[in-house]
T-cell receptor, first 113, second 112 residues
Framework: SQQGEEDPQALSIQEGENATMNCSYK?????LQWYRQNSGRGLVHLIL?????REKHSGRLRVTLDTSKKSSSLLITASRAADTASYFC?????????????FGQGTRLTINP | DGGITQSPKYLFRKEGQNVTLSCEQN?????MYWYRQDPGQGLRLIYY???????QKGDIAEGYSVSREKKESFPLTVTSAQKNPTAFYLC???????????FGQGTRLTVV
């Protein structure tokens, strides 16, 4: 099963509202990353948060990390139509005996105008 | 501009053929990766390379091969042994292994 699992799988909100996506993982990590993917395109890196950090901000993005609960959340404030995309969390976690960057299955975010 | 370039954007393969997907970066990154993405799914790691002339199998390497003869280039060959090759293939690079990754725009491979 996936190391990182996003919740919800799909989210649809009105423009201007805040969007929150969650990511849970199973094993200890050094860092957790969030990426955005527009339909049919490559991924774009948003934020990296280290295991000793609890919160990070970048513009309208806020990421929190709770290592005791093995979970992270991505908050997008004042959403815009251009935020419509899939959002993935990725953790550097053991996979088949080696450390790798493992992606979750993503949250599909739709911003309605 | 620095970046990572994948070509072609679309590729069609007949059953039994090998095809090679190109990935070039001018970011001076040591680490490079190939991921496969199926519809509505996350990314699965095929191969990765930490440095020139070195590469390691990822989680789904069977039916694929790579080379890393130059720092800038990490081509992926999808061989006839890959039974279900139709997918979206993404190449990425990073300064160090498993840190912030920069992705190409992907190659969509279809078996016809």
């Amino acid at each position: 099963s996936q190391q990182g699992e996003e919740d919800p799988q799909a989210l649809s909100i009105q423009e201007g509202e805040n969007a929150t996506m969650n990511c849970s993982y199973k094993t200890s990590i050094n860092n957790l990353q969030w990426y955005r993917q527009n339909s049919g395109r490559g991924l774009v890196h948003l934020i990296l948060i280290r295991s000793n950090e609890r919160e990070k901000h970048s513009g309208r993005l806020r990421v929190t990390l709770d290592t005791s609960k093995k979970s992270s959340s991505l908050l997008i404030t004042a959403s815009r139509a251009a935020d419509t995309a899939s959002y993935f969390c990725a953790t550097d976690a053991p996979s088949q005996g080696a450390q790798k960057l493992v992606f979750g299955q993503g949250t599909r975010l739709t911003i309605n105008p | 501009d620095g970046g990572i370039t994948q070509s072609p954007k679309y590729l069609f393969r007949k059953e039994g053929q090998n095809v090679t997907l190109s990935c070039e970066q001018n970011l001076n990154h040591d680490a490079m990766y190939w991921y496969r993405q199926d519809p509505g799914q996350g990314l699965r790691l095929i191969y990765y390379s930490q440095i020139v002339n070195d590469f390691q199998k990822g989680d789904i390497a069977e039916g694929y091969s790579v080379s890393r003869e130059k720092k800038e280039s990490f081509p992926l060959t999808v061989t006839s042994a890959q039974k279900n090759p139709t997918a979206f293939y993404l190449c990425a690079s990073s300064i160090f292994l498993w840190t912030e990754a920069f992705f190409g725009q992907g190659t969509r491979l279809t078996v016809v």
